[in-house]
């Protein structure tokens, strides 16, 4: 085993082929090319088969990288997909989007000194290979159980939950707001991090395995929740958060001051072939535009670099950290610098300028303080340092909140925490309404997709426990 294993000594990290900046700037399509078989072979050779494998301890999914990892490098990729899948419903997706420095990546052993092995890359590579040999097979349930799980929401936890559910053989219908399946997967994240059809390759592996979709239903809308609940025998809800942080301040209303997540679905859509009167209008399309964008997360990261797509005349990225204080993944804000952003650290908007419609923002210097009980510093504003920068497009990037679902689904009974996150049992994911589970973002807030993956997962393996509870009940009456 050893012999084929732990290269790292000889064999230095590659990541899949990047895309040169200027290319990249073109197109919306990912920026890193695809593994060749030989590559992603020997990469996953790097890998020293440690004794703890603090990468699997840093997987929110408990991934089983080491062996994977081993099978790849053996080139025995059918059992290595097999592997791989048996944790994770979505590994070509967690493999292109997951922070893995942050993660994995970022626990490898060997990433004193050697570099880590590229897991996420070998990763969404075992996985595509799965899908072109036609090793991915729809979802073929052993046994057909009557009960019914209604599932409001089809992003990464609604949709894990799901295929989790229906593996087991109960009936399942998603219900989603929009006219494509994904969540933010499809309308949130740009195509050059996920592409399109990898999304949608997924929806269509869902529908083959008997689970319902029915789209353009927003639940508290036209649908109601109370009659879901009477219609299905569980219902999980996974609405993610979609509240936007807003900017107060002189100006803050001006034409020309929009929404980070208006902003994505319109280019989004655009990719995806829809006609979108707003982009059309130029009101969310950067062209040509001198784009400003407020946040450092990874919202705005996805915006800056969705502008630089879009042809703006100049993209300037003003966060009131600094670059190692921001939320986002610094690897994005990496490919951000060398596709042309300016990133403007340690400054905060205090205005927004123009009569009618935004012509600038006039933003004032900040310093990091002593920090706080959380161990996070805090910022301050440095007095008489305002300077204003050129803007015709401003986008709000500032984080979201979780709607206020009690009053939306006219259910006051629905309890929250103190975030405004549904309340569910962290083990049997109830919510306060028998029989009403919750998963993904509305419980954990703004959250990263391979958590909501591992929350929807959990929380089927609890509906369906609570199943079982209420059939052994009966059988004892
Ligand atoms: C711009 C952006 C970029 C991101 N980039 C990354 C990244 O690179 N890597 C990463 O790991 N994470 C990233 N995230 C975070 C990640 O996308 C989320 O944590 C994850 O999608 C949460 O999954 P979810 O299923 O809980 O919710 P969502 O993906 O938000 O899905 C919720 C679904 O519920 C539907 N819904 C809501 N309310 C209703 C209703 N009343 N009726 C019917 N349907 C409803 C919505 O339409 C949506 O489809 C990003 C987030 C954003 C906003
Ligand atoms: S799911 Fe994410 S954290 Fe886990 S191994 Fe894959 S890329 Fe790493």
Redesign the pocket.
Known sequence: MTERMLKFISLPQQTPEKREAAERREDFNEIYEDFVPATAQAQASRCSQCGIPFCSVNCPLSNNIPDWLKLTAEGRLEEAYELSSATNTFPEI?GR???QDRLCEGNCVIEKGFESVTIGAVERYVTDTAFEKGWVKPIRPARELPESVGI?????????AAEALRARGYQVTV????DR??????????GF??EKEIVLRRWKWLEEGGIKFVLN?????E?SFAALRGKHDALLV?????KPREITGPGSGLKGIVR??DY?ITSNRKSLGDAVPDFDSGLLNAKGKDVVVIGG???A???VRTAIRQEAKSVTCLYRRDRQNMPG?LR?VKNAEEEGVTFTWLAAPEAFLGDDTVTGVRAIRMHLGLPDASGRQSVETIEGSAFTVKADLVIK?LG?DP?D?PA??NEPGLRLTGWGTLKAHPKTFETSLPGVFA????V?G???????IR??RDAAAAIHHHFLAATNVQAAE
């Open positions: 967690c989007i997951c922070p409001i929401g089809a992003g990464p936890a609604g949709l894990a219900y989603d707001r929009h399946v994904g969540g933010l997967l499809i309308y949130g994240i740009p991090k996920l239903a927003d639940i508290g809308g649908t996974a609405t993610g958060v979609y980070a997540l994505l997360g990874d919202t990261m996805d915006c993944s994005e990037a979201f709607e679902l939306a689904f998963a993904g973002d509305i954990r703004a959250s990263l997709v391979v958590w909501a929350d929807g």
